[in-house]
């Protein structure tokens, strides 16, 4: 043992593992290896040949290719949509109103609330200024009709292009008109006239959605929806800025604009020309009508829309003004608020509010039944449901009609309370109603086609322009007082007044009037070796018919450029 023991201590265990390791580490694999295969568990149980494998695949694969696909869960895949049509509706903008939670999570026994605060109203923004000229339909002055002729029979009025309005059934308050959509097919004399107008218009938009945002919280509402039945605007201001020379060009005084001088040279159109946005985008009190122009059969979106604003195609104007008509003749005016709004809710109707009233007119049936006698989709699209104090109505149908003709009266004052895109159209808290009901129904309605739009269309003309100024502008909007009277407001002087303005908008982009006359130089005449004048070539707008004048004539040195003379123009017939 004692050798044993020497020999370790004195062993090379470098020498030993070289010499073998390759033996030592064969004996542990198999060592390992032995115990694998003591420790395996032999069985003979699986008797499944590879022929009865195949036979239960081939009897399985038979009686799913046999079982039937139900219609239920097919319709659930078809029809199949294309990529693009996926994209579309990825790309949809969300319906916040959809997703809004109205039930309170944890109900008190007494319900909490704070009081009201001061509202933070948002002005008109991104404002855009420019100017056009158009030859505007009018009506001659009525002549008074003898009493032989009032006895003589009426012929049937001739179809006239669009615009064309009978004008005895207007006077006497029996016309479809009003509706500011364009009178297409309706009919009328040929004694419409043209009148050259020049004018700027000026265009922006109202953030609606983030107004009803801070309304919301200034309340203390529960959710956004329920902040438009609160919502109103009243009037609207315009100031106009004129540019000076000089480095400094916007250093002039800001000007009041007189809004009754457009809303008057509106009211002499003979018509008023088919709405080009949708009329959930336009607010009847700040959304100018378009008046009549007999040049083209649309106005050009670039001119009197905005790019942040939709607009429709010809047929899809038509078919709006097919759907306010369908609504006009199953509703009626009640429920029109014709005393509180101002601006141009005194020559429009409300196109919103009418849909709203015929979507609760026997439940929506009769809307249906006229949309579907005119081809049309029932249901149509609906209003903003109404949430104002006085109930029923949206916003924003022009009413060109009543008034518009001389002896024709005052016409009807455009009217009717707001409210959301929908049917229900029920009126807010304050209207007697339940609380969000207005907004909530209007956001849907029985229709179920449209939801409300996130931005309003301020459209203004100023027809008072002078040639060669150059002009920007601003706005002002008045807007209801919520919590006016109201005792649970965080300080008195929120109660205090009826209304309140919103800040003054930042000034539009600068448009600049053309010039009346342009004149080029054509031929200079002579006298023997000394020139005595020059010819020139003149191009001239024409206020009387709205087309140019084009002549040429001689002018002496020394004389003013100018010559009254009979020139051909072009005449456009009504």
């Known amino acids: 043992m004692k050798d044993f023991l020497a020999k370790l201590k004195t062993m090379n265990y470098k020498q030993f593992a070289l010499e073998h390791g390759e033996k030592i580490g064969l004996g542990v694999v198999g060592v390992v290896a032995l115990a694998c295969l003591g420790m395996t568990s032999w069985s003979s149980d699986f008797t499944v040949t590879p022929e009865d494998m195949e036979k239960q695949a081939s009897k399985v694969d038979t009686e799913l290719k046999a079982k039937a696909w139900p219609d ?20 949809k903008p969300v319906e916040l109103g959809r997703f809004e939670w109205e039930v309170e999570m944890s109900p008190k026994l007494y319900p909490r609330q704070r009081p009201a605060g001061e509202i933070d109203w948002l002005p008109v923004s991104e404002l855009y200024a420019r100017y056009g000229t158009m030859p505007m339909g009018v009506w001659p002055p009525a002549v008074p009709e003898t009493p032989v002729e009032e006895e003589k029979t009426k012929k049937p009025a001739k179809k006239g292009k669009k615009g064309g309005h009978d004008a005895d059934a207007l006077m006497a308050g029996e016309g479809v008109g009003g509706f500011g959509m364009g009178m297409n097919d309706m009919g009328g004399p040929s004694a419409e006239k043209a009148r050259g107008v020049r004018f700027n218009v000026v265009v922006g938009v109202v953030n609606v959605l983030e107004q009803q945002k801070r309304l919301a919280k200034a309340m203390n509402l529960d959710v956004t929806s ?44 003979s018509d008023q ?52 008509r369908a609504a006009a003749e199953v509703t009626s005016d009640e429920g029109e608020d014709k005393t509180k709004r101002r601006g141009f809710a005194k020559n429009q109707r409300d196109a919103n509010g009418l849909r709203d009233r015929a979507e609760r007119v026997d439940g929506g049936k009769a809307f249906s039944e006229k949309l579907r006698s005119m081809g049309m989709p029932a249901g149509g699209g609906a209003g903003r449901g109404g949430h104002n104090a006085g109930g029923g109505g949206g916003r924003g149908m022009p009413m060109p009609g009543m008034g518009n003709m001389p002896g024709a009266g005052g016409g009807h004052a455009g009217g009717g309370g707001r409210g959301m895109p929908g049917a229900m159209g029920m009126p807010g808290m304050r209207g007697g109603g339940m609380p969000g009901m207005g907004a909530m129904g209007g956001m849907y309605g029985q229709s179920g086609m449209e939801v409300g739009a996130n931005l309003w269309l301020f459209r203004y003309f100023d027809f008072d322009v002078e040639p060669g100024e150059c002009y920007r502008y601003r706005v002002q909007l008045e807007v209801l007082n919520p919590n006016f009277g109201e005792s649970f407001v965080d300080a008195p002087s929120v109660a205090e007044g009826e209304t309140r303005t919103t800040p003054w908008s930042a000034p539009s982009t600068p448009a600049v009037v053309e010039k009346d006359v342009n004149y080029a130089l054509a031929k200079v005449s002579t006298r023997g070796a000394r020139p005595d004048g020059a010819e020139l070539k003149v191009v001239q707008f024409d206020t009387n018919n709205g087309t140019l004048l084009s002549d040429q004539f001689k002018v002496l040195y020394g004389a003013y450029v100018g010559k009254v003379m009979k020139s051909l123009h072009l005449d456009i017939p009504g």
């Open 273 to 324: 020309d088919l709405e080009i946005v949708p009329v959930k985008y336009t607010a009847q009190v700040f959304t100018s009508p378009l008046p009549h122009r007999l040049d083209v059969d649309w106005w050009d979106p670039d001119l009197a829309g905005h790019p942040k604003v939709p607009t429709l195609t010809e047929d899809e104007q038509e078919q709006q003004d097919a759907q306010n």
């Open 226 to 269: 329920q902040a438009l039945q609160y919502l109103e605007y009243l009037d609207f201001k315009v100031q106009r800025q004129r540019a000076v020379p000089g480095p400094e060009p916007w250093t002039g005084p800001w000007k009041d604009l007189s809004t009754e001088s457009s809303i008057d040279v509106i009211a002499e159109s």
């Open 72 to 91: 239920a869960e097919k319709s659930t895949f078809l029809p199949l949509k294309t990529a693009d049509e996926e994209t579309q509706v990825a790309l």
